[in-house]
C-alpha cells in the first residue's frame, strides 16, 4: 500500500531523504536491483536536472535515473 505522504521520484528536491517505496517491474527494476537498490531502501536526492533526469546517492554510489523511469518510482520524505 502506498502511503498519502508518497511522492514520485521525479518529484524530489535536491537534498532530500528518502525511502524506496515502489520500483515498477521491468529492465529497469533488474538494473536497479543490480546497483543494490531495492524497495525499503533509504537514498538520498543529489540533483534534479532540468532535462528530467534525477541523480540519487545509496551509500557513496551516484546513479542518474530518467525521467521517464523516476515518475514511476514511489518515495516517502524521511
Do not use: W
Amino acid at each position: 500500500m502506498i502511503a498519502k505522504k508518497s511522492l514520485q521520484l521525479s518529484k524530489c528536491k535536491k537534498g532530500d531523504r528518502l525511502q524506496i517505496v515502489f520500483i515498477p517491474d521491468g529492465l529497469q527494476r533488474s538494473q536497479l536491483i543490480r546497483f543494490g537498490i531495492i524497495e525499503g531502501d533509504i537514498v538520498h536526492c543529489l540533483e534534479n536536472l532540468p532535462g528530467g533526469t534525477t541523480v540519487i546517492q545509496k551509500n557513496r554510489q551516484e546513479i542518474a535515473i530518467g525521467y521517464k523511469f523516476a515518475n514511476k518510482i514511489i518515495v516517502t520524505k524521511i
